[in-house]
C-alpha cells in the first residue's frame, strides 16, 4: 500500500497530499478500515496472493440501498485486468450480499484513464460537477457515475 500512496503517477489524482504517507499511515489506514461500520474495504491480490490494491465500498446507506466505490491500485496492476475483476466481485457483493440497489463514485474529469476503467466496467455517467473540489490550489472538476442493480 505504501508503494502506491507514495507514486507520484499514482497520487497525482488523489485529493489529499500523498507527500506525508507513512508505513504508520498505512498501518492506520487498515486498522481504521477493519473496524468501519458503513464501509467494506477489500485487499486485491493477484494469483500468488501479492497485493495489487484496494477495493471499497463506503458510507453504506442500506435504508438508501446505495453505496460510494473507490479503488486504488499499484503500477504492477495496471493493464493486468485484476482492477476490472475486483470491480466485478465487489458489485456482486454490493447488489447480492448488501443488497444494495445503487454504486456511484466521483473521480476528476481529468483523470482519463479513470473515467475509461468506470465506463468499461458499466458505471454510467451522470454529470460533471465544475470547480468541486480544490488540489494543490487549483479547482479540478468532478464526474459522477453510478451503476445500478437493473443493468
Known sequence: MLEWMTDPEITRFFRFDASNVSLRTCEE????????????????????????????????????????YAISTRMKAHGSGAAMQATKLLLGYAFNTLGLDRVYLNVLADNGRANAFYRKAGFRFVKTEPDAVEIRG???????YEIRMDL
Open 29 to 68: 489506514y487498515i486498522e481504521n478500515a477493519a473496524n468501519a461500520e458503513n464501509a467494506a474495504h477489500f485487499a486485491i491480490v493477484d494469483e500468488n496472493d501479492e497485493y495489487l490494491g484496494t477495493i471499497s465500498l463506503k458510507d453504506i446507506d442500506r435504508e438508501r440501498g446505495c453505496a460510494e
Open 138 to 144: 487549483e479547482m479540478k472538476a468532478l464526474n459522477w
